[in-house]
């Protein structure tokens, strides 16, 4: 089970954190991503991290701004999220596949997530 928390409105330039808890097996066993979809626009992968060595992987257009961490001893992973933009706004979902897959590839959709959390809304504006 995947379960977002975190999301919320703030102004331009704001801050905000979101958590994913990963339930049924430790963090170590999963590569997990964070996704986003805007209104009317596609899916797309924000961030993605190896449960195990903690290897990641972000989109160019977070770059410098978005974080994603992990912390084994609470099997949750975090994206925090910095100077937001308007754009940024969107349903923000966390995914988990079993361990193996490759970093890039969860996040440039190459492949099908094993798990899906329910998403957490972000909105960005003035």
């Known amino acids: 089970q995947v379960v977002e928390s975190g999301g919320g409105s703030v102004q331009p330039g704001g801050s905000l954190r979101l958590s994913c808890v990963i339930s049924g097996m430790p963090l170590e066993y999963y590569v997990i991503g964070w996704f986003r979809q805007a209104p009317g626009k596609e899916r797309e992968g924000v961030s993605c991290?190896?449960?195990?060595?903690?290897?990641?992987y972000d989109a160019g257009s977070v770059k410098g701004r978005f974080t994603i961490s992990r912390d084994p001893a609470k099997n949750t992973v975090y994206l925090q999220m910095n100077n937001l933009e308007p754009e940024d706004t969107g349903v923000y979902y966390c995914a988990a596949v079993y361990r193996g897959a490759q970093v890039s590839a969860l996040c440039e959709d190459r492949l099908e997530p094993n798990h899906w959390g329910q998403g957490t809304l972000v909105t960005v504006s003035a």
């Open positions: 991290i190896s449960g195990d060595d903690g290897s990641r």
